[in-house]
């Protein structure tokens, strides 16, 4: 799970990382009140909330002015047609997809002056597993972090640190001169460092990005962004994050399935619906359908589900998506029982309708029960002995409605 | 001989009483499997489905010689419960929760090291040698005694893979899950040690997927062990690339590195042999065992 700007940038404070002054803003007036309580001369930055890096060099979708989704303004009569530009819109950055993400709000901040820039991550280091602290230097116009780690990995300082202990005070010193800060800045960096471990261990996070931390003329350290992902796994500890979470960051179909403790991915192009109870098999199917020409347009992992209820509404996501045109079921049964998912299609196919062909590949526990119970229903579904049967199955039955 | 289970390990089980465990500890026993004992923290003295239930590991084990667990109890509970297992040196833990918290795992990393204890999962089917032991949640019906080794991260793709050994009229020593989770206990090196030592396997399936450094890790090691067996490797993933995008620090971490693309040319680098698809396993197996 993810977080807005403003909000990772509040934990931080918390934990005592010094942020600019800043207020959130829905609308363009509200933008206007909020930057003159942040500073009263300016200059300002308005910055888009959505969760997406890059978003400075993102563009509104519809406007044709060259602007992203962070500026700078310098003028207060300025505010509210610069807020006006990003509310409401959508904006597309490198890492939101062309879909782009919908601006609900953005954050009005005091300008913070600073004299250097540096990148500071930390971040659960999935080969080893250890928890990872990530610095890179930062200039102006200069390369940015993603380009360095591809070309230049030895820009990257990555320190491993001890979960329970934190940042050690060798790894201060080490991270001091590897940033080029005086001696004094030792003690900031110190505080920055420890906070970060800090807002790390007792929030469950996966993830805080500071990018850029700014470095003051007296040596003190400031977020002048931030990200924050936690563990969703670990939510049920931390219900005061899990309200943080913004509905219009996921996808209707996404944000239902996860109610019933589904996981349901979109892709673009496509037009098949899958439905597997593992990443594995999803991978794998989806692997097939490319092999065969098509693609998958998008699919929900059951996991384990156990309740047949749940599995119904899960099946109903994916029957009622306009661009579904075939439907790939594909279970092993193990800890999941098939006639669960045989039950659950029926109770779906009912409520809804089976308009487009639907292929079913079994295997594991109760299958037989399962088949049993698809043929009894007399469902016009095409059943499968193997994965690969199962797709061409799916795509002979597609050609043939067309 | 088959790896870390066979017909003599006594098994026990963490959260025996819930419907889940009772389910699929019915399935174990009438499998074969050697379940000597129950846990269930509060139920100790009591009976479930005609095994002694006992508050604690340790007294489990003191009234029983129980060497192995399989832990059905829920995520949160998790750490708790390997820890129980660590201190009472249990020589197997196998953990069938889905979505048990990163902190926790890194916690349970810490406790493991330098153990007696070796950890299978979480989110994980568990491990089972054919006619002999079944730990976790297997479809007890698609499994075959005989001498390929199975090993995958995926749940859903190891009965994948034994299908496709079934297919090539081969049986399997052992199959094990690693889990699907990012952190997890035993890897892919752990598995084909302990397969490597294994007289009874001749050969290994290895199914791995998109996402973390499990596969490079393996194929590392695998280049560098002094008796290889050939495994027969396959990597899921080829056509999306998982996951949506928040910050950079997951990629800076990975160095560019995250396509199935570069899993398989590491495996094929140290000498696993490597196929595109799940259904070309079983030709691979016979011409290597034929």
Not at chain 1, 176 to 198: D, G, M, T, V, W
Not at chain 1, 220 to 228: C, F, G, N, S
Not at chain 2, 243 to 260: C, R, S
Request: proline letters at 3%; glycine letters at 10%; hydrophobic letters at 45%.
């Amino acid at each position: 799970m993810n977080i807005h700007e403003y909000q990772a940038k509040k934990i931080l404070n918390r934990y005592g990382i010094f942020i600019p002054r800043g207020k959130v803003a829905y609308t363009p007036n509200e933008a206007k009140r909020a930057a003159v309580h942040v500073s009263l001369r300016g200059p300002w930055m308005l910055k888009a909330q959505i969760q997406s890096g890059a978003r400075e060099r993102g563009a509104f979708i519809g406007s044709s002015g060259r602007k992203g989704g962070i500026r700078l303004i310098k003028r207060r009569r300025d505010i509210i047609r610069e807020a006006e530009q990003m509310l409401g819109e959508t904006l597309v950055t490198a890492q939101t997809g062309p879909k782009g993400k919908f601006v609900s709000r953005i954050y009005v901040e005091a300008f913070q002056k600073v004299r250097k820039k540096f990148y500071a991550g930390l971040v659960i280091n999935r080969v080893v597993p250890v928890l990872t602290l990530l610095l890179a230097n930062l200039e102006d116009g200069g390369q940015s972090i993603l380009d360095k780690a591809l070309e230049n990995p030895k820009e990257i300082l990555k320190l491993k640190v001890d979960l329970n202990k934190g940042v050690s005070l060798r790894q201060i010193e080490l991270a001091r001169r590897f940033l080029q800060l005086e001696e004094p800045s030792r003690k900031h960096l110190q505080k920055f460092f420890n906070a970060l471990h800090r807002a790390f261990v007792e929030n469950d996070a996966t993830m805080i990005e500071v990018n850029p931390a700014g470095v003051t003329k007296r040596g003190r350290i400031v977020a002048l962004d931030a990200k924050m992902s936690f563990d969703n796994n670990a939510m049920y500890r931390h219900p005061e994050i899990l309200r943080l979470q913004d509905d219009y960051e996921e996808e209707d179909r996404a944000l239902k399935a996860a109610k019933f403790g589904f996981q349901y991915l979109e892709f673009e192009g496509g037009n098949i619906g899958c439905i597997v109870n593992g990443d594995g098999i999803a991978l794998a199917a989806m692997d097939f359908i490319r092999e065969k020409g098509l693609d998958a347009c998008c699919f929900l992992n059951v996991k384990g589900g156990v309740d047949r209820d749940k599995i119904a509404a899960g099946i109903k996501i994916i029957m009622t998506n306009p661009k579904v045109e075939g439907i790939l079921i594909n279970i092993l049964g193990g800890f999941l029982r098939c006639n669960l998912i045989a039950e659950g299609i029926i109770a779906a196919a009912s409520e809804v309708g089976l308009n487009v062909p639907l292929v079913v590949r079994f295997e594991g526990t109760n299958k037989d029960t399962a088949k049993e119970t698809l043929i009894n229903s007399r469902l016009p579904l095409i059943i499968a002995d193997t994965m690969e049967e199962s797709v061409d199955k799916l795509i002979a039955a597609m050609e043939e409605s067309e | 001989m088959s790896i870390l289970v066979n017909k003599n390990t006594k098994v026990l089980v963490q959260g025996i009483t819930g419907t889940q465990a009772s389910f699929h500890v019915r399935k174990s026993l009438d499998y074969g499997t050697d379940i000597v004992a129950g846990v269930t923290p509060g139920k100790g003295g009591t009976e479930h489905l005609g095994i002694p239930v006992f508050g604690t590991v340790k007294e489990a084990i003191a009234n029983t010689g129980a060497n192995a667990s399989v832990m059905f109890v829920p995520a949160r509970f998790v750490k708790n419960a390997v820890k129980e297992a660590v201190e009472a040196e249990l020589d197997l833990a196998v953990c069938i929760a889905d979505g048990v918290p990163i902190h926790d795992m890194m916690e349970i990393r810490a406790m493991l090291k330098g153990s007696k204890t070796k950890l299978i999962g979480p989110n994980t089917p568990g491990i089972i040698t054919p006619g002999e032991a079944r730990l976790g949640i297997f479809p007890e019906n698609i499994h075959k005694k005989g001498r390929v080794g199975v090993v995958s991260r995926s749940s859903t793709l190891t009965y994948e893979a034994v299908l496709e050994v079934n297919r090539a009229e081969m049986g399997q020593s052992t199959v094990i899950g690693l889990g699907d989770d990012m952190v997890i206990g035993m890897d892919f090196v752990e598995v084909l040690d302990e397969f490597s030592q294994d007289d009874e396997t001749d050969a290994i399936v290895l199914i791995g997927q998109l996402g973390g450094a499990f596969e490079e890790v393996a194929a590392k090691h695998y280049k560098l062990m002094p008796n290889k067996k050939p495994v027969i490797a396959f990597v899921a993933g080829n056509t999306i690339p998982f996951g949506h995008k928040m910050g950079y620090a997951g990629d800076i971490i990975a160095a560019g590195k995250v396509t199935a693309q570069d899993k398989r040319a590491a495996m094929q680098d140290a000498g696993m042999i490597v196929v595109d698809r799940i259904s070309q396993i079983r030709a691979q197996l016979q011409n290597l065992l034929r």
